[in-house]
């Protein structure tokens, strides 16, 4: 049996934003979901409350240190009124994963997912039905031992907050435009890279504002060491369809295993495509760019699910992709997975989840 969850509902419902400019994460529904850790007592007092700040010390560790996960997932209402989850256990798992990294104990994998579908059915009007809009939900884990001291915290708070969102990126499914980050370094091999927690995206910030500044929407990373082998776009994993393969660089310890890239693979061998899972150059992405063999490339994530790449700069060179238009692999796959996620398409890959 679970813990109960004590539910406390709002008595002052906030007014529901324009489904037409939603943006994303920019509103948050009425309510949330907090359970406490204790050394020596464990995870506890789970509770839906009505959303609020936190209080918390000053000294409070994660301020401080850092010591914090998260995670990010969607629910999804159907035309006949359903809600659905897009593989939700696999988000659970990488968020134990990432806990076990930075030393946060782990949560209940079953307990998590019957939160999570409590939270959303108490928030279940806040789930827009707009074409292309979802319910993002965020849970998160913070270190809260108020102590000027870097050990690992004996208390953590659990919470979930959900937001209704519209496109991640203003271009929507239209072609983003990539800088190749050549100066900056996200992440290195025994780091922090291929888990979920805010210094990887702290360590993005200054790389992605000075893109935005000459125009582009998000960089390429290159790894940390050699600078030359592809890694991730922004926040997402990568793709590219070169001469009819579709090479994706391999995960490893500085590039997270995103579930939305698990997905495109899964599918892609399905559809009988050629998918390698390697290292990749960007003098690779280059040579295949001026041979006239780069075909398609295209971003993964929660956020964006497909997000195609129709211009890439390195070092001055602008590589134009498809005529900067969207590949019919990236429509095909997101038409896919957008068709199993909002119901639309048959799940014969048992990807969906129902909240009942």
């Not at 009007?125 to 108020?146: C, H, M, V």
């Not at 796959?333 to 048959?346: A, F, N, S, V």
Request: include cysteine.
């Amino acid at each position: 049996m679970f813990q109960e969850i004590k539910i406390v509902r709002t008595t002052d419902p906030k007014a529901k934003p324009d489904p037409d400019n939603l943006g994303f994460g920019r509103f948050s529904t009425d309510h949330m979901f907090i359970m406490d850790y204790t050394e020596g007592k464990g995870w506890h007092d789970p509770r839906i409350v009505p959303y609020a700040p936190l209080k918390l010390d000053p000294a409070t560790m994660v301020f401080h240190y850092g010591q914090a996960v998260f995670e990010g997932l969607k629910a999804y209402k159907t035309r006949n009124g359903d809600i659905y989850l897009f593989r939700p256990q696999k988000n659970i798992e990488r968020l134990n994963y990432s806990n076990d990294r930075v030393c946060i104990p782990a949560v209940d994998p079953e307990f998590t997912l019957h939160a999570i579908k409590e939270l959303v059915k108490v928030d279940a009007d806040w789930i827009p039905e707009k074409e292309g809009t979802s319910l993002y939900i965020r849970p998160f884990i913070i270190a809260t031992d108020p102590v000027l001291g870097v050990h690992v915290s004996k208390t953590y708070k659990f919470i979930i907050m959900l937001s209704p969102v519209g496109a991640y990126y203003k271009e929507g499914l239209n072609p983003t435009k990539i800088y190749v980050e050549t100066k900056y370094v996200r992440a290195v091999r025994g780091g922090v890279g291929n888990v979920k927690v805010p210094g990887n995206y702290a360590a993005s910030l200054k790389a992605q504002k000075e893109a935005e500044k000459i125009g582009y929407t998000q960089v390429l990373w290159l790894d940390g060491v050699e600078r030359k082998y592809v890694e991730e776009v922004g926040t997402s994993n990568v793709f590219f369809k070169i001469n009819g393969e579709i090479v994706t660089p391999e995960l490893g310890e500085s590039i997270l295993a995103g579930i939305t890239r698990d997905s495109c693979i899964q599918l892609l061998k399905k559809w009988n495509y050629k998918v390698t899972e390697r290292k990749i150059s960007i003098d690779e992405i280059c040579e295949a760019y001026n041979a006239g063999t780069l075909e398609e490339a295209f971003a993964t994530g929660t956020a964006a699910v497909i997000s195609p790449i129709g211009e890439l700069n390195y070092n001055g060179m602008k590589m134009i992709i498809n005529d900067a238009k969207i590949g019919e692999l990236s429509k095909r796959l997101y038409d896919t997975i957008t068709g199993i996620q909002y119901g639309k398409l048959e799940d014969d890959m048992n990807w969906i989840v129902k909240v009942d």
